[in-house]
């Protein structure tokens, strides 16, 4: 069965400094990877995905993600944080041998403090 | 352009009381979902369907129904609402095409509070 982890509940990182919020999978086919972004009291907000292609995937907001197979790991990045990153993280797979959902992770809270 | 529109936004039932969460899409969607947001948990999928009259069972369905009738509407129900049915609900879409990577995307979500 597809799954998704996102090993840490929370992340803190001082503005400025690069951040990385990580993400494990685990799927039967060649795995699509998303993440998503959710501001307080709002709808989840796309920021990237991995299909195929270039390893490294650059999306919305300054944010890219690498996507590493032997590690199975997609795991997002900043060069260099603000404070308006503070929100709360999703990753997300779809398994490509299977053709009706995606899968979430539980979310990791960022905090980027100033 | 709306996207994902959801209503209502906030709603307080009774234990016991049904209700119906309506979901709609304007972007020719053939996928939608609905999920449930729960501190420490993450999104959970309910219910999903990948084309209109088609409904499909996710993570946690029990207590729920669904229904797909038209194609840019997907309805979720209460039939008899619960304390543990107090949650956030997210209704999503995506065009989910045969082994592609499709977006999905969110509504602004409902808070339902069962007492």
């Known amino acids: 069965a597809q799954s998704v982890a996102q090993p840490e509940d929370q992340v803190n990182v001082a503005e400025g400094n690069p951040l990385t919020v990580k993400c494990t999978y685990s799927v039967s086919g060649n795995p699509y990877l998303f993440w998503y972004v959710q501001y307080p009291n709002r709808g989840l907000q796309f920021l990237l995905k991995?299909?195929?292609?270039?390893?490294l995937v650059k999306g919305s907001y300054g944010f890219e993600a690498e996507f590493n197979k032997s590690q199975t790991s997609f795991h997002l990045k900043k060069p260099s944080a603000l404070v308006s990153d503070s929100a709360l993280y999703f990753c997300a797979v779809r398994d490509s041998n299977r053709d009706d959902k995606i899968i979430f992770g539980k979310g990791t809270r960022l905090h980027i403090l100033p | 352009n709306a996207g994902v529109t959801q209503t209502p936004k906030f709603r307080v039932l009774k234990t016991g009381q049904s209700m119906t969460l309506l979901c709609a899409q304007d972007m020719n969607h053939e996928y939608m979902y609905w999920y449930r947001q729960d501190p420490g948990m993450g999104l959970r999928l309910i219910h999903y369907?990948?084309?209109?009259?088609?409904?499909a069972k996710g993570e946690v369905p029990d207590g729920y129904n669904v229904s797909r009738l038209k194609k840019q509407n997907f309805l979720l129900g209460l039939e008899s609402a619960a304390p543990s049915q107090t949650s956030v609900y997210f209704c999503a879409s995506s065009f989910g095409q045969c082994n592609s990577g499709n977006t999905i995307y969110f509504g602004e979500g409902s808070w339902l509070t069962v007492v």
């Open positions: 369907s990948v084309g209109e009259g088609t409904t």
């Open positions: 991995y299909i195929t292609g270039d390893n």
